[in-house]
């Protein structure tokens, strides 16, 4: 396992980080996500510290609080000393029936830090992120209430998760010009089936330094190789909650060039996938979640996945974005002068 900074921070975190979304379900979506109850989610934070993750991410609004719970509840139980995990979770979704039981409003967000402070058991939150973008809150004041965490010391860092990189680029000016707790890292979407982050967020996050983590980095799924172009299988969380959307006969012509690379590796296809996103420079760290330890132990082992510059360029040609304005005409406009970067 091998530990990357977070963003600009001083903050290292482990190249993959445990995804607790499959804790605690019971009904409804997150149930078909996950129903993994106290013994089965300490197994799975066990097998993840024992290959050297120390990364751990949740949010309050997975099973309504009960991931967070089991969490905390995890690392008491396993005796773990707190220096040695960095914990991130998340705030935004509604957390009651009122309608300020939600967003990223400065009472919403110190009302659930508190809350989600007491359901993990910590004196602190490592990465505190904001789970999506809330158009009906002035992004200074989301950003002044993580400050005030921050000063507070309840939170280490602040993060952002699927946030558009104009949205990202005006929050990192706000916390520049206010000097307010900086942004370090973008949660985001981004697989072999689904590079739109490579348009505009990616360029975005490298001219920030701004970290990414990587959720559902196998497409829910779907690049785990499970299922054939007639979307038959007998298994997979596909099969009850089809998300996150994806161009499925783009996926599967990814899925054939992916087995033959596993079949010459003598790996899987999931690990195919997850490595091609740790061979990505913007990539810090990749979350990922399981129902079982054996199912963990095969997304770990993709650490040791190494892709030559042949499988790369593979992956590439089947995977590549579609041409798009303005980023064709900044690629044709910027050849007069970048060429001179490389001699």
């Given at each position: ?33 996950g ?14 510290l ?101 000063r507070?010391g ?10 558009a ?48 983590m ?37 996926a ?11 079949d ?11 490595a ?26 993709a ?27 900044l ?13």
């Amino acid at each position: 396992m091998r530990y990357r900074r977070l963003g600009h921070s001083g903050l290292f975190v482990s190249e993959m980080c445990l995804g607790t979304m499959t804790f605690g379900g019971s009904e409804g979506m997150w149930g078909q996500i996950g129903q993994l109850q106290q013994e089965q989610a300490d197994g799975l934070v066990r097998t993840a510290l024992d290959a050297g993750i120390n990364f751990i991410d949740t949010a309050n609004i997975y099973a309504n609080g009960r991931s967070e719970m089991i969490l905390g509840q995890s690392l008491k139980n396993l005796g773990i000393a707190r220096e040695d995990v960095v914990i991130a979770t998340k705030v935004l979704g509604p957390m009651g029936e009122g309608p300020n039981a939600r967003g990223a409003s400065r009472g919403h967000i110190l009302d659930q830090a508190t809350a989600s402070l007491r359901r993990l058991q910590l004196d602190h939150i490592d990465l505190y992120q904001i789970h999506g973008f809330d158009p009906a809150t002035p992004i200074s004041e989301t950003l002044g209430a993580l400050d005030t965490l921050v000063r507070q010391g309840l939170v280490r860092y602040v993060g952002l998760s699927n946030w558009a990189a104009w949205q990202v680029v005006k929050a990192v000016g706000v916390t520049e010009a206010r000097q307010l707790a900086p942004i370090v890292s973008l949660q985001a979407y981004y697989t072999l089936a689904g590079r739109d982050l490579e348009r505009e967020v990616v360029p975005m996050l490298q001219s920030e330094d701004v970290g990414l983590m990587v959720w559902s980095p196998l497409a829910g799924g779907f690049l785990s190789g499970k299922y054939d172009r007639g979307g038959n299988t007998s298994e997979g969380r596909r099969v009850n909650f089809d998300f996150p959307p994806i161009d499925k006969d783009r996926a599967h012509d990814a899925i054939e060039v992916m087995r033959r690379i596993a079949d010459g590796k003598g790996c899987s296809v999931a690990q195919v996938a997850l490595a091609w996103l740790l061979h990505q420079s913007a990539v810090t760290s990749v979350i990922v979640g399981a129902k079982r330890g054996d199912q963990l132990e095969d997304n770990i082992a993709a650490t040791e996945a190494s892709l030559t510059p042949d499988d790369l360029d593979a992956l590439d040609a089947v995977t590549r974005l579609p041409a798009e304005y303005p980023g064709w005409m900044l690629e044709r406009q910027g050849e007069y002068r970048a060429h001179l970067l490389k001699s």
